[in-house]
């Protein structure tokens, strides 16, 4: 069973959409993030979420929205969807009894033209 | 800039070869975490150091940490071609909460 799962794995929008990207783990983690991997493999924090506490990162346009339905699940909305955009999301989290080590979904390739 | 910063950005050997990439950081930190990534694949965790470690052993795996020079190293011997991949540091630094901060990675290729 996958400890992280993310859908879609692609995802081709034209610019001006609104798309989420869901992530559902089933490690019982208390922590969920999403990152951004941009085309020359840099890793960005966008999102880090803990028991209803939300860390943004200043840097990211406020069109991202992190929504948490329950502990296990934190989806990625994006509204008017900018060429820029395009780039892989990953999804992850970490558990206290994990230690520090953040397991890592599969990742989302998003593309917008 | 990023927190990490590997070195060099992409490393070619032959198989059975050592691979040693290199990690600086900024700021003060609890821990340094180096992963793995696979083209096309999500992150894979593969070493954790303490601020208060110097050294680290698994398998073939070495990793090393100056917290005077902000550094950390990662050894990989005796490379066989699938080491091919993309390799990140990871800090866990006292200011960033509960956020890793990864480096931009080194490409590191085995060819048989």
């Known amino acids: 069973d996958t400890a992280v799962s993310q859908t879609p794995k692609y995802l081709v929008t034209q610019m001006g959409n609104d798309k989420s990207i869901k992530c559902e783990q089933n490690?019982?983690?208390?922590?969920m993030y999403w990152y951004k991997q941009d085309s020359k493999k840099f890793l960005k924090i966008m999102f880090s979420?803990?028991?209803?506490?939300?860390?943004i990162n200043e840097t990211v346009p406020n069109r991202f929205s992190p929504k948490s339905p329950d502990k296990a699940h934190l989806n990625l909305h994006i509204n008017s969807l900018e060429l820029g955009d395009s780039a892989v999301y990953f999804c992850?989290?970490?558990?206290?009894?994990?230690?520090?080590?953040?397991?890592f979904g599969e990742g989302s390739w998003l593309t917008v033209v | 800039s990023q927190q990490g910063e590997e070195d060099p950005q992409a490393l070619s050997i032959q198989e059975g070869e050592n691979a040693t990439m290199n990690c600086s950081y900024k700021?003060?930190?609890?821990?340094l975490q180096w992963y793995r990534q696979n083209s096309g694949r999500g992150l894979v965790h593969l070493i954790l150091?303490?601020?208060?470690?110097r050294e680290k052993h698994s398998g073939r795996l070495r990793v090393t940490l100056d917290t005077s020079k902000k550094s950390s190293s990662l050894l990989i011997t005796a490379s066989r071609a699938a080491d091919t991949a993309s390799y990140f540091c990871?800090?866990?630094?006292?200011?960033?909460?509960?956020?890793?901060?990864f480096g931009g990675g080194t490409r590191l290729m085995v060819k048989p």
């Open positions: 992850a989290s970490r558990g206290s009894h994990s230690g520090n080590t953040i397991y």
């Open positions: 490690l019982g983690h208390d922590t």
């Open positions: 979420y803990n028991n209803k506490e939300l860390i």
């Open positions: 700021t003060s930190i609890n821990n």
């Open positions: 150091i303490r601020s208060n470690e």
């Open positions: 990871a800090t866990d630094s006292v200011t960033a909460g509960n956020m890793l901060t």
